[in-house]
């Protein structure tokens, strides 16, 4: 209980849009994004474009092609986390932000890198914490296709494992 409580008081909180806040941990400065409003299940929770399209992968960007990253705009959305259990979706087609799970009141959104990342620069230790995590995520290319087939995957990501 205390340690919940002074968490809670070191988490720095900045609403971003109507619908989001950005939650700063002022110990290890990790940043996340939560929801301010309840969202259904296949609900559009934003529209996205790109700030600036790299031809090399890193941390921040979401991959639309092979040789395609993006920078999104907007900017908060770079704040969505991993997640092997995740609860919206990067639709790189129709660029929009989509949730595939009731989404409560300040529930932290989250994606599943590999449904847009074929191989990312480099990979990390999943913490999520969720039943069935993959504990290392380094893109879709990195995975067997038995597993990213439970997931919604982005077209491009479909079109590489047809081939
Ligand atoms: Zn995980």
Known sequence: MIAAESKQ????ITKVTSFAAINECQLTKDKSLHSLIEINPGEIISEFGS???????????????????????????QYINHS????????TTNMV????????????FT???????????QGF??????ENCLEYIQGAAHLPPEILRKYK??????QKLEN
């Open 9 to 12: 008081n070191k988490t720095k």
């Open 51 to 77: 700030k600036e399209v790299l031809d090399t992968p890193n941390y921040l960007t979401v991959q639309i092609s092979d040789s395609e990253h993006i920078m999104l705009a907007p900017e908060f959305l």
């Open 84 to 91: 092997c259990s995740p609860n919206v979706f990067f639709d």
């Open 97 to 108: 932000v989509m949730a595939l799970q009731k989404i409560e009141i300040g529930e932290e």
């Open 111 to 121: 994606f599943f890198y590999p449904s847009t990342e074929w191989s990312m620069d």
């Open 125 to 130: 230790d999943c913490l999520c914490q969720s």
């Open 153 to 158: 995957l982005s077209q491009y990501i479909e």
